[in-house]
């Protein structure tokens, strides 16, 4: 294999490698995948970022007139996902460092086309589009010291399970370095959200992400957190939401959509060893 040049970035810390595939010609295998995000002989990431023609990939073909690129997103483990809040702001600030954007783009997931903005304040926008509330209530447990707690299913389209958390220092306390018993499972699996009130309009989470663990913010997770809330309401009213990661605004507006607001960073250019790339291709 020839090298490959990628990037590395992050969305309040969760970060992402970048592959660059214009022509839709590179073959992103699960073990390719994986072996760019193993954080000891790779180059680290909750997840991979592939830049493709939306023309040009078969997922995407039919959103070709509306968004020009189409995010192909994967997880850690290699298993696909359908959006990713904080990895669509971080595709729309790659294209904006290679000038094929200026201030606002409709990116083609799997999701469907979300449209998004670049703020004066150098943060991204994002249109997560309406969110589903599911009416099951599942029980989260083995994550808690305290009995199983009722949470709140909400589909961002990402399928999600909001935990509410007595305190900050129980949440601080959560042992999320395996997957949260959630009963009944969602049949693909699900990101699970343990969220503190802080306030009016103010919330502290933190998340396991299905097929990656524990990440420092998860974007449709920030939003469904919001979505859960009781007092929730499409009025047009903003939220926030801390993350381990830093922070992010979410309004739900008038209309029903929701609004992600963030920041989105490069880190580094990377150039990958050919040799590198023929063995992690398995």
Known sequence: MDRLRVLKGHGTENDFVIVPDFDGALDLTPALVKALCDRHAGVGADGVLRVVR?????ESAQMAGDAEFFMDYRNADGSVAEMCGNGVRVFVRYLQAVSVVVDDAAVATRGGVKRTWLTDEGD????????????DRPVATAALSIDAVPGVAVEMPNPHVVVPVPSLAELAALDLSRPPIIEPSRPDGQNVEFVVRDGP???VMRVHERGV??????GTGICAAV??????AADGST???DVPGGTCQVTWQTSGEVHLRGPAVLVAEI???SDWLDAARG
């Open 54 to 58: 939306a023309q040009n990939d078969p």
């Open 124 to 135: 991204v926008i994002v249109d997560m589009g309406l969110p589903l509330a599911l009416a």
């Open 201 to 203: 309009r103010h919330l």
């Open 213 to 218: 663990g524990e990440t420092r913010s998860c």
């Open 227 to 232: 979505v859960a809330q009781p007092d929730a």
């Open 239 to 241: 939220w926030r939401v």
């Open 271 to 273: 150039e990958l060893n």
